[in-house]
């Protein structure tokens, strides 16, 4: 079974409310609380491995030679995802209870090694979560335009790898050095690459694992796979107060998972339905949903290639134009 890329009204079950779920899709606040629990020494956890495994394999790449150092710049991609997926739960203030903590490690351990200024970013995600494909939807430019011909979607993944989108944010990072409203927040970003320069060259020895393990895998090969990711949550769907038409459902493979919607992010709907579950409640919150019939096979991709392979097909009276 093939799903179509926004679901027709003939599947969205109406179902709600339920006894466990309001009309909306979140939890009724008996059940709300314990969806929202944010589990913090879990998120310690996940904070630290990335950076564990980030020294790690930057010394394993300078160690081994150039084969493990083309093997540990493909497995930055990844890193970069799980860096970006934990400042999201971050810009949600999910990642910790304690407020100041979460905004801390947020900014100076995964915002800012990241390249994004924290603060900016919140305001244009909570502007995408109060109406996606609304007028003040930030992200436009990677949903709309779906569906498509392969060819413009390969344009587009190729312009990604080639690191010409990554150079427009890191020459706007740059410009914004030389603006007095900006200047402050990204000087502090390139403060953190430098220090993240010093300490890769210091763990490995080499002064170029921070150029090859760092930022050219967050230039380029990281831009594909954010791309990829955008499509799969809301690529060619539209606007509605219904968030199964706003944001696609997809089966969840470990391979997936690992490689690009780490930190259960592959749970979007569930995520869009109810922004203030945190991302290890997610797959519970999905069972819910499913299990009030609101999130049904009909409305759901088996996998992330049966819905790009979607996202590249024309009707028939379009593909002919």
């Known amino acids: 079974m093939t799903v179509a890329l926004v679901p027709t009204d003939d599947v969205l079950a109406d179902v709600l409310p339920s006894p466990t779920l309001l009309a909306n899709g979140m939890a009724v606040?008996?059940?709300?609380?314990?969806?929202r629990r944010i589990e913090n020494w879990r998120?310690?956890?996940a904070v630290a491995m990335v950076w564990v495994s980030t020294g790690l394999l930057a010394y394993l790449g300078v160690r081994f030679g150039p084969l493990a150092a083309l093997a540990v710049f493909v497995l930055m991609g990844p890193t970069h995802a799980r860096v970006a997926i934990l400042m999201h739960e971050a810009a949600h203030k999910l990642l910790f209870s304690n407020k100041r903590a979460n905004d801390l490690v947020g900014k100076w351990l995964l915002a800012y090694p990241a390249f994004v200024p924290i603060t900016l970013y919140r305001r244009s995600h909570f502007a995408h979560h109060r109406e996606e494909f609304g007028p003040d939807e930030p992200d436009m430019a990677f949903y709309r335009g779906y569906p498509c011909e392969p060819r413009d979607l390969l344009r587009r993944l190729v312009r990604d790898a080639l690191g010409v989108s990554g150079y427009k944010n890191l020459k706007a990072l740059v410009v914004a050095t030389t603006k007095r409203s900006s200047q402050r927040v990204a000087l502090s970003i390139f403060a953190v690459q430098a220090v993240l320069f010093g300490l890769l060259w210091l763990g490995t020895g080499a002064w170029w694992s921070y150029l090859v393990f760092w930022w050219l895998p967050w230039m380029t090969q990281w831009r594909v796979l954010n791309r990829l990711r955008a499509i799969a949550e809301h690529g060619g769907m539209s606007q509605s107060d219904d968030r199964r038409l706003t944001t696609h459902n997809v089966t969840q493979h470990w391979l997936a998972r690992f490689w690009f919607v780490p930190y259960?992010?592959?749970?979007?709907?569930a995520h869009?339905?109810?922004?203030?579950?945190?991302?290890h409640n997610l797959p519970a919150y999905h069972e819910e949903l499913q299990r009030a019939g609101y999130v049904t096979d009909q409305?759901?991709?088996k996998n992330y290639?049966?819905?790009w392979r979607s996202a590249t097909?024309?009707?028939p009276d379009e593909s002919d134009w």
Do not use: Q, Y
Not at 264 to 269: A, E, F, K, R, S
Not at 273 to 279: F, L, Q
């Open 29 to 35: 606040p008996e059940l709300r609380s314990a969806f």
């Open 299 to 301: 409305i759901t991709f």
């Open 313 to 315: 097909t024309l009707p």
């Open 272 to 279: 869009h339905v109810d922004m203030g579950v945190p991302w």
């Open 264 to 269: 259960n992010t592959g749970w979007h709907l």
């Open 43 to 45: 998120n310690v956890r």
């Open 305 to 307: 290639l049966e819905l």
